[in-house]
């Protein structure tokens, strides 16, 4: 049985592409096949999060065009042979794919494949609105932040309109030290502003960025930070386990870069 | 370590601006949320006035309509402060007043209220007493603004 699942916010910036790879990468680790599919045609990025970005031959069009078989538009990660990637292409834009052809391809992978992530360009429109037609389950990944927020509930009003009801929240960026001075919303808070069901906490966390300068999903770093140990248990949660959400409270800024050292080479 | 120290310092004695981002998201939901347009809000608010008008004077200034959003239910939410109940029994509508149940044994007619958050500012409205000028200025039953295609 497999899940097609879309991870979509409405608003661009939120952490997306960087929650596809992760979240592609951590499932792949856990044993699933997973495949990640870039639906942002136009302006790719997932293949340069997960440092795929020379190994792209063929893209989806290029599927769907006739020109190669499905199979050798798949790029798989040699860090993870469980991983694969459907790279969008990136000199077109995104009136020229259609829902039924994003139909069409996850339900070839859906033979071979576990999970099939979506990554969902920003905004609401065509791009939005055919990378959730195969989609039978939702991420909404939002940030603390109003737009950000107000963007989400939008998302959200739309996936429902669509039938897909299994929605689940990934609250990114949160930043506990502001949070307790009473200048940024609460996990809690934007849980209950949003009334989705939360699925994972993910820290601002500056190991993002230095991630994605190598290409390497911060679940692969052998050195742990807050935000790969993060995705993990987002992953674990996708599968069906309880894991305790993480304590934002151990995490102040002048312990996180502490904590980080001792962390560094156990585990 | 010590800017840190001053940073979180001085970001402590700053007006909080987590309560104020929550109101301002939920005011703005309540408003995405529902379906309505400005327009047909606009409608309803006329016609609700129009009919509340019927029977009770009503304090312009005070009047509020406001979408509320709670766990992905908008409900429309009217406060309409009453000035006073209107007297004169032309149309029936002073006697349509008189079976409003009064839960107080007073003579004075209670005020009607439409606003489902009661609190404590509204007691304080009820108690406005009629300005003795402003009570000989005709109440203003057929200009409701915007219900030219509204009316009945």
């Given at each position: 049985?497999?899940?097609?699942?879309?991870?979509?916010?409405g608003?661009?910036?939120?952490g997306?592409t960087?929650?596809?790879a992760?979240?592609?990468?951590?499932?792949?680790?856990?044993?699933?096949?997973?495949?990640?599919?870039?639906?942002?045609?136009?302006?790719?990025?997932?293949?340069?999060?997960?440092?795929?970005?020379n190994?792209?031959?063929?893209?989806?069009?290029?599927v769907?065009?006739?020109?190669c078989?499905?199979?050798?538009?798949?790029?798989?990660?040699?860090?993870?042979?469980?991983?694969?990637?459907?790279?969008?292409?990136?000199?077109?834009?995104?009136?020229?794919?259609?829902?039924?052809?994003?139909?069409?391809?996850?339900?070839?992978?859906?033979?071979?494949?576990?999970?099939?992530?979506?990554?969902?360009?920003?905004?609401?429109?065509?791009?939005?609105?055919?990378a959730?037609?195969?989609?039978?389950?939702?991420?909404?990944?939002?940030?603390?932040e109003?737009?950000?927020v107000r963007?989400?509930?939008?998302?959200?009003?739309?996936?429902?309109?669509?039938?897909?009801?299994?929605?689940?929240?990934?609250?990114?960026?949160?930043?506990?030290?502001?949070?307790?001075?009473?200048?940024?919303?609460?996990?809690?808070?934007?849980?209950?502003?949003?009334?989705?069901?939360?699925?994972?906490?993910?820290?601002?966390?500056?190991?993002?960025?230095?991630?994605?300068?190598?290409?390497?999903?911060?679940?692969?770093?052998?050195?742990?930070?807050?935000?790969?140990?993060?995705?993990?248990?987002?992953?674990?949660?996708?599968?069906?386990?309880?894991?305790k959400?993480?304590?934002l409270?151990?995490?102040?800024?002048?312990?996180?870069?502490?904590?980080?050292?001792?962390?560094t080479?156990?585990? | 370590?010590?800017?840190?120290?001053?940073?979180?310092?001085?970001?402590?004695?700053?007006?909080?601006?987590?309560?104020?981002?929550?109101?301002?998201?939920?005011?703005?939901?309540?408003?995405d949320?529902?379906?309505?347009?400005?327009?047909?809000?606009?409608?309803?608010?006329?016609?609700i006035?129009?009919?509340?008008?019927?029977?009770?004077?009503?304090?312009?200034?005070?009047?509020?309509?406001?979408?509320?959003?709670?766990?992905?239910?908008?409900?429309?939410?009217?406060?309409?402060?009453?000035?006073?109940?209107?007297?004169?029994?032309?149309?029936?509508?002073?006697?349509?007043?008189?079976?409003?149940?009064?839960?107080?044994?007073?003579?004075?007619?209670?005020?009607?209220?439409?606003?489902?958050?009661?609190?404590?500012?509204e007691?304080?409205?009820?108690?406005?007493?009629?300005?003795?000028?402003?009570?000989?200025?005709?109440?203003s039953?057929?200009?409701?603004?915007?219900?030219?295609?509204?009316?009945?």
């Amino acid at each position: 049985m497999s899940r097609a699942i879309v991870v979509t916010s409405g608003k661009g910036g939120v952490g997306k592409t960087t929650t596809s790879a992760n979240l592609g990468m951590a499932l792949a680790r856990l044993g699933h096949a997973v495949v990640v599919i870039d639906a942002d045609f136009g302006l790719r990025n997932l293949d340069l999060l997960l440092g795929l970005e020379n190994r792209v031959v063929y893209t989806a069009l290029d599927v769907l065009a006739g020109q190669c078989r499905l199979d050798q538009a798949l790029v798989k990660d040699k860090r993870q042979p469980k991983l694969a990637l459907l790279p969008a292409a990136q000199n077109r834009t995104k009136e020229s794919v259609n829902a039924r052809q994003m139909r069409q391809i996850v339900r070839a992978l859906a033979t071979r494949y576990q999970y099939i992530l979506i990554d969902c360009p920003a905004g609401i429109e065509m791009g939005f609105r055919n990378a959730i037609a195969p989609a039978t389950e939702a991420l909404i990944v939002t940030t603390p932040e109003i737009s950000a927020v107000r963007d989400a509930d939008r998302v959200v009003g739309l996936l429902e309109a669509h039938g897909i009801k299994r929605i689940n929240l990934i609250i990114n960026r949160i930043r506990p030290a502001m949070v307790k001075a009473n200048d940024m919303m609460s996990v809690e808070d934007v849980k209950e502003i949003l009334a989705v069901p939360l699925i994972g906490i993910v820290p601002d966390d500056e190991q993002v960025i230095v991630s994605t300068n190598k290409g390497e999903p911060l679940v692969l770093a052998k050195e742990e930070s807050f935000a790969g140990r993060s995705f993990d248990n987002i992953a674990k949660r996708l599968e069906g386990q309880q894991v305790k959400f993480l304590d934002l409270d151990e995490m102040n800024p002048g312990f996180f870069s502490k904590l980080r050292q001792l962390f560094t080479g156990k585990k | 370590m010590l800017s840190d120290l001053i940073d979180r310092l001085l970001n402590r004695s700053s007006p909080k601006s987590r309560n104020e981002v929550k109101r301002r998201l939920q005011q703005l939901l309540a408003h995405d949320r529902t379906t309505l347009s400005p327009k047909e809000l606009e409608a309803i608010q006329a016609e609700i006035l129009e009919v509340v008008s019927r029977y009770v004077e009503l304090d312009q200034d005070g009047l509020e309509f406001a979408l509320a959003s709670d766990q992905r239910l908008t409900s429309l939410v009217a406060n309409l402060p009453i000035r006073r109940i209107k007297s004169d029994d032309k149309d029936g509508a002073a006697k349509r007043v008189a079976e409003i149940p009064q839960e107080d044994a007073s003579n004075e007619p209670v005020p009607d209220n439409m606003t489902l958050d009661l609190d404590d500012d509204e007691a304080e409205i009820f108690k406005l007493d009629l300005d003795p000028e402003l009570g000989d200025v005709p109440a203003s039953e057929d200009s409701t603004p915007g219900n030219s295609s509204a009316s009945a």
